[in-house]
C-alpha cells in the first residue's frame, strides 16, 4: 500500500473510532435523559463507526494472532504508564489543570492493571493456554480494574460498590 494511503487510512481508523466513543457517551447521556430513540440512534451510528475503524485497522496492520496482540496490548499499556500520561500530567500540572489530573490519574493507576493482567495473558497465550481468570470488576468512574471482586470502595476514586461493572 502507498505510503500516502497508509497515512489516510491510519488517521480514518482514529476518527472512527473517536466517533465511535463519542457516539457511545452521547447515547448514554441522551439514556439518562430518557431520550431512548436517540439513544439507540447515537448506538447503532456508533456501531457503524466500529464496523468502519475495524476495517481500516484490518487492511492497515492486517489481523494478527492473539500472542502477538497482546504484545501489542503490554507495549501500549506500558507506554501509556512511563511516558505518556507522564508527559500529559506535567503539561496539565503547569498548565493548572485539575480536572485533567485528575483524569490523568485515574488512567495512569488503571493502565498499570491492565499491562499486568495482558502480561498474564501473554504467557498464558504463548504456552497454548487460555488465562485463568474470574469475574473482572472495573470502576465506571476511574477504570479501576480488579479480579477480586468489587471492593465497597474504588482504591483509586473513592467511587461504591455499586459503580463497578462486572465482566
Same mark, same amino acid.
Given at each position: 500500500? #502507498?505510503?500516502? !494511503? !497508509?497515512?489516510?487510512?491510519?488517521?480514518?481508523?482514529?476518527?472512527?473510532?473517536? &466517533?465511535?466513543?463519542?457516539?457511545?457517551?452521547? /447515547?448514554?447521556? /441522551?439514556?439518562?435523559?430518557?431520550?431512548?430513540?436517540?439513544?439507540?440512534?447515537?448506538? &447503532?451510528?456508533?456501531?457503524?463507526?466500529?464496523?468502519? /475503524?475495524?476495517?481500516?485497522?484490518?487492511?492497515?496492520?492486517?489481523?494478527?494472532?492473539?500472542?502477538?496482540?497482546?504484545?501489542? =496490548?503490554?507495549? #501500549?499499556?506500558?507506554?501509556?504508564?512511563?511516558?505518556?500520561?507522564?508527559?500529559?500530567?506535567?503539561?496539565?500540572?503547569?498548565?493548572?489543570?485539575?480536572? &485533567?489530573?485528575?483524569?490523568?490519574?485515574?488512567?495512569?493507576?488503571?493502565?498499570? $492493571?491492565?499491562?499486568?493482567?495482558?502480561?498474564?495473558?501473554?504467557?498464558?497465550?504463548?504456552?497454548?493456554?487460555?488465562?485463568?481468570?474470574?469475574? $473482572?470488576? $472495573?470502576?465506571?468512574?476511574?477504570?479501576? !480494574? !480488579?479480579?477480586? #471482586?468489587?471492593?465497597?470502595?474504588?482504591?483509586?476514586?473513592? =467511587?461504591?460498590?455499586?459503580?463497578?461493572?462486572?465482566?
Amino acid at each position: 500500500m #502507498g505510503p500516502k !494511503t !497508509t497515512e489516510n487510512l491510519k488517521a480514518a481508523f482514529a476518527g472512527e473510532s473517536q &466517533a465511535h466513543m463519542k457516539y457511545m457517551i452521547f /447515547a448514554d447521556k /441522551a439514556e439518562k435523559e430518557g431520550l431512548r430513540n436517540i439513544a439507540r440512534l447515537f448506538s &447503532a451510528v456508533s456501531f457503524a463507526e466500529r464496523v468502519h /475503524a475495524t476495517a481500516h485497522h484490518n487492511v492497515v496492520f492486517g489481523v494478527k494472532p492473539t500472542a502477538e496482540n497482546l504484545d501489542s =496490548a503490554v507495549a #501500549g499499556e506500558t507506554y501509556e504508564v512511563e511516558k505518556m500520561y507522564p508527559e500529559f500530567r506535567a503539561a496539565a500540572e503547569k498548565e493548572g489543570e485539575r480536572g &485533567a489530573l485528575t483524569t490523568i490519574r485515574y488512567a495512569i493507576e488503571a493502565e498499570k $492493571i491492565h499491562a499486568k493482567l495482558y502480561a498474564r495473558a501473554k504467557e498464558a497465550a504463548a504456552s497454548g493456554k487460555d488465562l485463568p481468570i474470574g469475574n $473482572i470488576h $472495573i470502576c465506571s468512574v476511574c477504570g479501576h !480494574t !480488579t479480579e477480586e #471482586g468489587a471492593p465497597d470502595q474504588c482504591p483509586v476514586c473513592g =467511587a461504591r460498590k455499586e459503580m463497578f461493572r462486572k465482566f
